[in-house]
């Protein structure tokens, strides 16, 4: 499948977000964890350890799904993106490291307090091949991409 090409107006959404949640499958139950995710223009980049349950489900099934929002109290502007594809993973090597720069560079929580170090953490490279985004004060449905 081909990689979703995003809007502007969405890219922008996108780089401005700083927390998404990850769905993944072990084959019965759904996992579903908040995730900071990077995104690159193409690629969503997450760094986790790599003994959680996430990485198990990977392991076994590729596929995940990744909904971003934003939902404010109001309830006025609702936006969001809800998007699936295939995840791969790197635990050193130059995708790794790229991954940890662009990381770091946005979340500062990764520089001391959950550093990402090689042999302990695991980066999650997702893919989007579909993408469903709202945009509830726009009056904006785009499905799928």
Known sequence: ???????EKEMRFLNYMRVGRLATMDGEVIHLVPICPVFDGGVFYMAT???????????ENKTATL????????????V???MT?????????????KAKTLLQAKFLQYNDLFAIKQGES?????NPTRAVTWDYIAGELNEPH
Do not use: C
């Open 85 to 97: 594809g295939p995840v791969g993973s790197s635990e050193q090597g130059g995708d790794f490291d």
């Open 49 to 59: 350890h790599g003994k959680t349950r996430k990485v198990r489900n990977l392991r």
């Open 80 to 82: 969001a993106m809800r």
């Open 122 to 126: 695991v980066i999650l490279r997702f």
């Open 67 to 78: 909904p971003i929002d934003q939902f404010p109290e109001d309830g006025m502007r609702h």
């Open 1 to 7: 499948m081909n990689a979703v090409k995003f809007s």
